[in-house]
């Protein structure tokens, strides 16, 4: 039982904190923004499944390419922030 109401607050926490990167994607338009806030959504989403779903064990190969994805996502957000303008 505890298990699975830490299970609620990570994902209540990941949602939340989408939201928050969420809201200032849509103030600014970065880019940036919208990958972390698209990362947390899908690890809150993924922590709900794992939740509801608590016969499926967690080391379930489908669980840790919905990390890798989410993972990546967060990668690529920082990569596209600092690489170098191509333009002139």
């Known amino acids: 039982m505890v298990q699975d109401m830490l299970a609620g607050a990570i994902a ?3 949602l939340a904190v989408g939201l928050f990167f969420f809201r200032y994607w849509y103030t ?3 880019r940036f923004f919208l990958y972390f806030a698209l ?3 899908i690890e809150g989403f ?3 499944h794992m939740g509801l779903n608590s016969d499926i064990p967690e080391d379930v190969p489908v669980y840790y390419m919905i990390r890798i ?3 990546g996502l967060i ?3 920082i ?3 600092n690489r170098p303008d191509a333009g002139p």
Do not use: N
Request: net charge positive.
């Open 79 to 81: 990569w596209e922030k």
């Open 46 to 48: 993924s922590r709900i």
């Open 28 to 30: 600014s338009r970065d």
């Open 75 to 77: 990668l690529l957000a």
């Open 12 to 14: 209540l926490g990941s």
């Open 69 to 71: 994805l989410s993972y």
């Open 39 to 41: 990362s947390f959504w």
